[in-house]
C-alpha cells in the first residue's frame, strides 16, 4: 500500500506537494520572506561559514529538531545542547561543501521525496557532543495518518509548527543534511576492525589480576612525630637554603596578621539532643581531664589520650593559628579571652565539652626568625613523614618476601587509635577487587595506571615487586594474588561480532571526528568561519518572530 502511495509523489505529484505546502507557509506565516525566516533575510545570523550564513531562525530550528525546546534548562546547560546543535550546523555547512566539491548533489525535489517515503529527517550534532544526544545522521518521523497513509498535513504540520521554517527552507536545509551525511559515509567507509583488534579487545575485557597491597601514607606517620628543639635547630641548620626558599615564598602569609591564638583542646562529645544523663556523664569525664590539666599534666599527652575529635588528638589536640570567627563562638570566645599558657574553665559548644589551652597569641608582622622555625617545622615534619613511610614499606616487603604470614605483618603495621580502635591510616594488607588493564584498583589522589601496568607484568614465579611503588605521596607494598587470562578458545563467534562492533563504532566516530576537525581548522586559518556564540539558550529558547 505504501509503495503504491509512494509512486504518486514522484515527478509532477511531489512538486504539486511542495508548492502547495510553500503555498499554505506564504499565506499563514508571510513566505520564506517574512521578517526573520528568509536564510538570507534579516540582520540576525547564528554562524557564517564560507560566507554562507546561518540564520538564527535556522538555528532555532536545529535546536528543536534536536528535542532541545523538549529538554529542561538545567539539561540544556549540562549536555551542553545548544552549543552541540549550533557548531553541528557549521560543521555541516563544511561537510556538505566538501560533498559538492567532490561531485554529490542531493537536489530539495529528491530529499522532499526521500522525507515523504520513508519519513527520515537529516540533522546534525557536533563531533564533540556526548552520548547522551542524538547523534548526528537520519531520524525517523512518522507523517502518516490513521489508516497508516502519508499525510502531507502531517508533514506540513511538523515543518510549520514544530520547526516554524518553509517548505523551501526545510527542503534546502534536508539538502545541506543529505550532503553532509554522504560525507560522513564517504569518510567512514573504509574504517575496518582486524582479528588482532578484537583479540585485544577480548583480552583487555576478560583479563583481570587480584592484588594484595598495602599503603604506607605520610600523613599517618607524621601524626606520630612530635619534633623537639634541638630536631628543629639540627634541620634548620642542616637546611638553611631549603628554609630561606620556603620563607620567601611563603612570607605574606606573616605579615600584617589580624589577632590569632594557637590552641590546643580536648573535646569530650555529646550530642545537643542527647538526655540530661548522657549529658551530665559527659562533664563529669570533661571536669575530671579539666582538672588533671590544671594540676599539671602535659596538655598535650592528655590530648592525645582522650580527646574525641580524632583529627587533632593525634597532634595533641593542637589546633594550629585561628583568626577570631573560625571556630564556634563559645570556643572562639574562651580562646580569645585567654593568655598563652592559660587553661580554659570548662566550654559547652555543639560539639560536646571542651578543656582549651592556649599556646601562643600574635597579631601584625610575625618575627623572621619564629616564622622561619614554624615553616621549618613543617619541612621537617613532611620529609621525615616520607621518609618514615618508605622505611616501613619498605620493611613490610622484605617480610613478605621472607613468607611471613598477612595476620602477622598487619599487627605490627596496625596503629592504634581511641580505645584501641585500629587507626584508619594505619597501613594494612588488603585485597583489591579482579581489576583489568583500563581499570583503577586502589582509589586515590594519584594516577594508578603505573601499577596497573606492573600488576599484568607479574607472573606465578614473580609475584612481589622488587621495591615499594611511590602513587601520589604514598608508598604502595603489593603482591599478585590471582591473575585470569582470556582464552582463545572461549572467544565465540557471538563475543567475536559484539566486540567488532563496538571497536567498528568507535573507530568510525573518531575517524570522523579528525576529518572534522581538520575541516573546521582548515576554515578557521583561512578566517571563513565565524560562531555567535551569544545567541546560545537564549536564541534556543526564545519563539521565532
Request: net charge negative.
Amino acid at each position: 500500500m505504501l509503495e503504491s502511495i509512494l509512486h504518486k509523489f514522484r515527478g509532477i505529484v511531489l512538486a504539486f506537494l511542495i508548492v502547495t505546502l510553500s503555498l499554505v507557509f506564504v499565506l499563514q506565516f508571510g513566505g520564506p520572506q517574512a521578517e526573520g525566516c528568509s536564510k538570507n533575510g534579516g540582520a540576525l545570523y547564528a554562524a557564517e561559514v564560507y560566507g554562507e550564513k546561518i540564520s538564527l531562525n535556522e538555528y532555532r530550528s536545529a535546536f528543536a529538531l534536536a528535542g532541545g525546546d523538549q529538554y529542561p534548562p538545567e539539561l540544556v546547560k549540562q549536555y551542553k545542547l545548544d552549543e552541540m546543535v549550533l557548531h553541528g550546523l557549521v560543521e555541516r555547512s563544511l561537510l556538505a561543501k566538501k560533498a559538492r566539491e567532490l561531485g554529490f548533489a542531493a537536489s530539495p525535489d529528491d530529499v522532499m521525496h526521500k522525507v515523504a517515503e520513508d519519513g527520515l529527517v537529516h540533522m546534525s550534532m557536533s563531533v564533540n557532543a556526548g552520548p547522551y544526544l542524538p547523534p548526528s545522521g537520519p531520524h525517523r518521523y512518522d507523517f502518516k495518518d490513521p489508516k497508516g497513509k502519508f499525510s502531507k498535513d502531517n508533514l506540513k504540520r511538523f515543518i510549520q509548527y514544530r520547526l516554524r521554517r518553509s517548505v523551501e527552507e526545510f527542503a534546502n536545509e534536508q539538502s545541506d543534511e543529505t550532503l553532509a551525511q554522504n560525507m560522513r559515509e564517504l569518510v567512514t567507509s573504509q574504517v575496518s576492525v582486524s582479528k588482532a583488534e578484537v583479540w585485544d579487545a577480548y583480552v583487555r575485557e576478560k583479563e583481570t589480576v587480584t592484588l594484595k597491597y598495602a599503603r604506607f601514607s605520610p600523613v599517618f606517620f607524621q601524626q606520630q612525630l612530635t619534633p623537639s628543639a634541638a630536631d628543629l635547630t639540627a634541620f634548620i641548620s642542616a637546611n638553611q637554603k631549603d628554609v630561606d626558599a620556603e620563607y620567601e615564598k611563603e612570607k605574606h602569609r606573616y605579615t600584617g596578621l589580624e589577632k590569632q591564638v594557637r590552641a590546643r583542646h580536648i573535646l569530650i562529645k555529646v550530642d545537643e539532643k542527647a538526655s540530661d544523663d548522657t549529658k551530665a556523664e559527659a562533664k563529669k569525664r570533661a571536669d575530671a581531664l579539666l582538672a588533671r590539666a590544671k594540676k599539671g599534666e602535659d596538655f598535650a599527652s592528655l590530648a592525645k589520650q582522650n580527646s574525641e575529635d580524632t583529627g587533632s588528638a593525634k597532634k595533641g589536640g593542637d589546633l594550629g593559628w585561628n583568626p577570631k570567627g573560625r571556630m564556634v563562638k563559645p570556643f572562639d570566645d574562651a580562646q580569645f579571652a585567654l593568655t598563652p599558657g592559660q587553661i580554659s574553665d570548662l566550654v559547652q559548644s555543639t560539639f560536646g565539652f571542651h578543656v582549651i589551652k592556649v599556646e601562643g597569641v600574635r597579631e601584625g608582622d610575625v618575627a623572621v626568625d619564629v616564622a622561619k622555625r614554624e615553616l621549618a617545622e613543617k619541612l621537617y615534619l613532611d620529609r621525615r613523614a616520607q621518609d618514615l613511610a618508605k622505611a616501613a614499606a619498605d620493611h613490610a616487603l622484605a617480610e613478605l618476601k621472607a613468607g611471613k604470614p598477612i595476620e602477622e605483618i598487619n599487627a605490627e603495621l596496625a596503629g592504634k587509635g581511641k580505645e584501641g580502635e585500629p587507626d584508619p591510616l594505619a597501613p594494612q594488607l588488603r585485597d583489591t577487587q579482579p581489576f583489568g588493564r583500563t581499570d583503577t584498583p586502589i582509589a586515590g589522589p594519584f594516577d594508578g595506571s603505573t601499577l596497573v601496568r606492573a600488576a599484568f607484568e607479574m607472573t606465578e614465579s614473580k609475584k612481589l615487586p622488587d621495591a615499594p611503588m611511590k602513587l601520589g605521596d604514598e608508598w604502595v607494598v603489593y603482591r599478585l594474588e590471582n591473575r585470569v587470562d582470556a582464552k582463545q578458545a572461549d572467544l565465540n563467534e557471538k563475543e567475536e561480532q559484539r566486540i567488532q562492533n563496538g571497536l567498528l563504532s568507535q573507530k568510525r566516530r573518531d575517524v570522523l571526528t579528525e576529518y572534522v576537525r581538520s575541516l573546521l581548522r582548515k576554515a578557521q586559518d583561512e578566517k571563513a568561519v565565524y560562531v555567535d556564540e551569544t545567541v546560545l539558550t537564549a536564541g534556543a529558547n526564545q519563539e521565532n518572530s
